[in-house]
């Protein structure tokens, strides 16, 4: 179990912004590995540290929590690790590699990257070479949850299989193209948010089966 327990034909599940206690249930009653909580305050999907840690309590022993991050200070993240049992941490500001390292401490973390046209594949998996996991998430306007797809076909196939089992793909998924990416890159794991929304912030619940149902349906497709 877990987010980084890389396993070809069964790819991984995240669902990132989860608020309430209804919604840490439904996401571990559908099966999901990892559930992500925003520690960035202009997001609409933000919690406080000690609502982090209340919705943590209530996940089973190999479901990840993780905290995802947008250039927090020392003092945010200290508050951070101090109240919420966070197991994986994700970076997706403008942290440095040197920066990840220090904040996570020994924990383990994974970098967003934001792509765009011409993304620089080698160099980013070069310069964040201690990354548990690269997160490919779409290049919009601010940080995350912009619920855009970007061109997976701009993604080399060649740093595709030589990264599989650390890349994450997130950016515009939801149970309807999921299978479509699952079935193209083969990523280690796959990032929802938005894709599982009624509105901004706001999770369905049978959406969020629904994107887990298309996961596993498309691992079965792709298995010989």
């Given at each position: 179990?877990g987010?980084?327990?890389?396993?070809?034909?069964?790819?991984?599940?995240?669902?990132?912004?989860?608020?309430?206690?209804?919604?840490?249930?439904?996401?571990?009653?559908?099966?999901?590995?990892?559930?992500?909580?925003?520690?960035?305050?202009?997001?609409?999907?933000?919690?406080?540290?000690?609502?982090?840690?209340?919705?943590?309590?209530?996940?089973?022993?190999?479901?990840?929590?993780?905290?995802?991050?947008?250039?927090?200070?020392?003092?945010?993240?200290?508050?951070?690790?101090?109240a919420?049992?966070?197991?994986?941490?994700?970076?997706?500001g403008?942290?440095?590699p040197?920066e990840?390292?220090?904040?996570?401490?020994?924990?383990p973390?994974?970098?967003?990257?934001?792509?765009?046209?011409?993304?620089?594949?080698?160099?980013?998996?070069?310069q964040y070479?201690?990354?548990?996991?690269?997160?490919?998430?779409?290049?919009?306007?601010?940080?995350?949850?912009?619920?855009?797809?970007?061109?997976?076909?701009g993604?080399?196939?060649?740093?595709?299989?030589?990264?599989?089992?650390?890349?994450?793909?997130?950016?515009?998924?939801?149970?309807?193209?999921?299978?479509?990416?699952?079935?193209?890159?083969?990523?280690?794991a796959?990032?929802?948010?938005?894709?599982?929304?009624?509105?901004?912030?706001?999770?369905?619940?049978?959406?969020?089966?629904?994107?887990?149902?298309?996961?596993?349906?498309?691992?079965?497709?792709?298995?010989?």
């Amino acid at each position: 179990m877990g987010l980084f327990a890389y396993s070809p034909g069964h790819t991984r599940i995240k669902i990132c912004g989860l608020k309430t206690p209804a919604d840490v249930d439904a996401a571990v009653l559908a099966g999901v590995d990892a559930v992500g909580f925003v520690f960035y305050p202009p997001s609409p999907r933000a919690v406080t540290p000690n609502i982090a840690a209340s919705l943590i309590s209530r996940l089973p022993v190999g479901v990840d929590a993780v905290g995802l991050l947008v250039n927090a200070s020392d003092a945010e993240f200290s508050a951070i690790r101090a109240a919420a049992p966070i197991t994986l941490w994700q970076f997706h500001g403008d942290e440095s590699p040197e920066e990840c390292r220090r904040l996570a401490a020994g924990d383990p973390w994974m970098k967003a990257a934001r792509i765009g046209a011409q993304f620089p594949f080698d160099d980013f998996s070069l310069q964040y070479s201690q990354a548990n996991a690269f997160l490919l998430d779409a290049l919009v306007e601010g940080y995350g949850g912009g619920g855009v797809p970007f061109d997976w076909q701009g993604i080399p196939k060649a740093w595709v299989s030589a990264n599989a089992p650390r890349v994450v793909l997130s950016g515009g998924l939801n149970a309807h193209n999921v299978g479509e990416a699952i079935a193209r890159l083969h990523p280690c794991a796959v990032d929802v948010s938005s894709g599982v929304e009624i509105s901004k912030g706001v999770k369905d619940h049978a959406l969020m089966k629904e994107f887990v149902q298309a996961v596993r349906a498309a691992d079965a497709n792709a298995s010989p």
